[in-house]
Nanobody
Framework: QVQLVESGGGLVQAGGSLRLSCAAS????????TGWFRQAPGKDREFAAA????????YYTDSVKGRFTISRDNAKNMVYLQMNSLKSEDTAVYYC????????????????????WGQGTQVTVSS
């Protein structure tokens, strides 16, 4: 089992930045691809970004490309999401999640393919 805990959320003005962190415990994340999803009020959970087990591949949804950067530090069992140029539409609860594969390109954006989930951290962007 892997337990995931997100942190770093908060209130920020539009155009600002936040860095989310995802800490893993129980088992190492280093063999698994890890992603960030988000859910805005009244909307379905959506994929934001993912990173392969070794950091060698990343994938972003179009709406965050060029603004968000996902990274990981396997030595610390951590995954990060640097969010820049934030917009009001980025307001959501952000979840860290991990697959049980190193990288599954066909399903990397599919929440159903993620086994382990954190409880989420709220990000609010004021306009």
């Amino acid at each position: 089992q892997v337990q995931l805990v997100e942190s770093g959320g908060g209130l920020v003005q539009a155009g600002g930045s936040l860095r989310l962190s995802c800490a893993a415990s129980g088992r190492t994340l280093s063999r698994y691809s890890t992603g960030w999803f988000r859910q805005a009020p009244g909307k379905d959970r959506e994929f934001a970004a993912a990173i392969a087990w070794n950091g060698g591949r990343t994938y972003y949804t179009d709406s965050v490309k060029g603004r968000f950067t996902i990274s990981r530090d396997n030595a610390k069992n951590m995954v990060y999401l640097q969010m820049n140029s934030l917009k009001s539409e980025d307001t959501a609860v952000y979840y860290c999640a991990s697959q049980r594969t190193p990288w599954d390109s066909a399903n990397i954006a599919d929440a159903r393919e993620y086994t382990y989930w954190g409880q989420g951290t709220q990000v609010t962007v004021s306009s």
